[in-house]
């Protein structure tokens, strides 16, 4: 090569990467196209009183569409009406809200996991190089975020007596999680307890949620089977109709059984309420058994309580899991979150995204704590808006007070 095409070529080289990372989302969410959103998996569709439901409730809707490795925040604007926006993470699942701290947790489970910390936006900082930018207050924006070893394989997030916990389905226990980035297991069933001590090692059981109660001893846990064998549930051929469970933190057995992969076991007051997710279905556990409160279109996975409402999200079925659903239709599994009324099961509203795949967590706000995230749904994600907002934002973080 001359030197005169080597000096071209290095010169583009260093233009180049002058220009790289210069997208607020690809910074937030350490992904170099993370401003490069299809825009057809926000297409929608709305059925019944969908965003009626959130007007009322006063509420915005977090949901984690982990293949689409998209954030969603829903709320609907007394002046604007529905507001959806966005934030794209890697392969993101559990959510949790420190309702007493201000914090909305997001688990991102592609290798190594990450926990990202959001809290609402509290101003602009003043600055002489800037004019002021149109940025409505309570924005969630990312302000920390922890890397874990992949190896836990993290589902859902749950405050317990104040912490953050998690199941580490590769562990086949629950950890709690430190700001610091350290992990402890704190709990774990009695079924991995062999000669040679608690099997950590790899998945067994699929234990993938956490219904809280005021402690680890009173929260209850689901997972796709009790017992230990070869054939494991991350195999297809894993035989999965009926053998799901729900687990008690203070026993450390089963206490309901008969459930197929469920999934978002949730305890309110003291009833624990699951999505069966092999069989579309949402309902609560009873004398030991499965009780079905509604049948929606989908794998249902996502569940979140809010007065008399709840929200649970349906995924399409997975073609290389279609044995996960033996009570679901390969063809008709559906994207979306659906309201439901909690004494009667009936619809209220449902939401569906036609390019969608997979909702894992659905959890609510009050819109007076957070109307929504960065990215407006249909705006550059490079667009001066965000580009104002990420260079002077100021937050109140309750919890370093």
Request: charged content about 25%; some cysteine.
């Amino acid at each position: 090569m001359k030197s005169s095409d080597r000096d071209r070529d290095r010169e583009a080289m260093w233009e180049g990467q002058n220009e790289e990372f210069r997208d607020p989302a690809e910074i937030v969410g350490f992904w170099q196209d993370a401003g490069n959103a299809d825009i057809r998996l926000l297409e929608f569709e709305t059925k019944g009183r969908w965003w009626e439901t959130l007007l009322d409730l006063d509420i915005s809707l977090l949901v984690t569409r982990e293949y689409e490795h998209l954030l969603l925040c829903m709320s609907v604007d007394d002046s604007a009406g529905p507001v959806t926006s966005l934030m794209r993470l890697p392969h993101p699942s559990g959510l949790a809200v420190d309702r007493d701290n201000g914090v909305v947790y997001v688990a991102s489970t592609r290798n190594p996991n990450q926990i990202f910390d959001f809290v609402p936006l509290n101003g602009l900082m003043s600055r002489l190089d800037m004019q002021k930018a149109p940025i409505e207050d309570k924005v969630l924006v990312p302000i920390r975020t922890r890397l874990l070893p992949g190896c836990l394989y993290i589902h859902d997030l749950a405050m317990v007596s104040g912490a953050l916990h998690a199941n580490s389905v590769g562990q086949n226990a629950v950890v709690r999680l430190h700001s610091s980035g350290r992990h402890e297991r704190v709990w774990w069933p009695r079924c991995i307890e062999a000669e040679n001590g608690p099997i950590f090692g790899r998945n067994h059981l699929q234990l993938n949620s956490i219904a809280s109660g005021a402690d680890v001893q009173s929260s209850f846990f689901s997972a796709s089977t009790d017992e230990v064998t070869d054939l494991r549930p991350g195999d297809p051929e894993f035989p999965v109709d009926g053998r799901g469970v729900i687990f008690s933190g203070r026993s450390r057995q089963a206490i309901a059984r008969g459930l197929t992969r469920p999934h978002s076991a949730r305890l309110v007051g003291d009833r624990i309420w699951v999505d069966n997710s092999g069989y579309g279905e949402v309902g609560y556990i009873e004398d030991g058994k499965f009780r079905t409160v509604a049948g929606l279109p989908g794998w249902t996975r996502g569940l979140c309580f809010c007065e008399n409402v709840m929200f649970v999200g349906t995924s399409r079925i997975l073609p290389r899991f279609h044995k996960y659903a033996p009570g679901l239709d390969l063809e008709t599994g559906r994207c979306g979150v659906h309201a439901l009324d909690v004494n009667t099961g009936g619809l209220l509203g449902s939401i569906f995204w036609p390019f969608g795949s997979q909702v894992f967590s659905v959890e609510w706000l009050p819109r007076d704590f957070a109307t929504g995230l960065p990215f407006q749904a249909g705006n550059n994600a490079s667009s001066v808006r965000e580009k104002l907002l990420f260079y002077s934002f100021q937050v109140h973080h309750s919890e370093e007070d």
